[in-house]
């Protein structure tokens, strides 16, 4: 092992391999961007979780998530077959509720 003329490691071998049982998701991560009272969101769909027997954590669905400050905060399960503008709908119906409606608290 040692460093190529580029600064590139020479002579290490890298493998890769899956323990027999592991099954890989064919999820798909989507995201949306939404402008709402003169705002952007960004919302972010991540596959759920299936329940845990050890640690005793229940099955999660695929969810979606308002991302702020690098931290996702849910907003509701995902569901397939809504349209975008119904989608929409949703995120700012969310968005009036549980953001806009606590600054107004707030103040």
Known sequence: MGLNASGYLTGVRFSASLDAGVTLSGYK????HILHRG???????????????????????????LMVAGKRLPVMPEQNDLELVSLTRQF???????VFDEVAVGS
């Open 92 to 98: 700012t119906g969310w968005l009036d509720e549980n």
């Open 39 to 65: 705002r952007e969101f960004h919302f972010v769909s991540y596959e759920g979780l299936p329940a845990n027997l050890k640690n005793g954590t229940e099955a999660t669905p695929a969810t979606w998530y």
């Open 29 to 32: 991560t989507t995201q949306h």
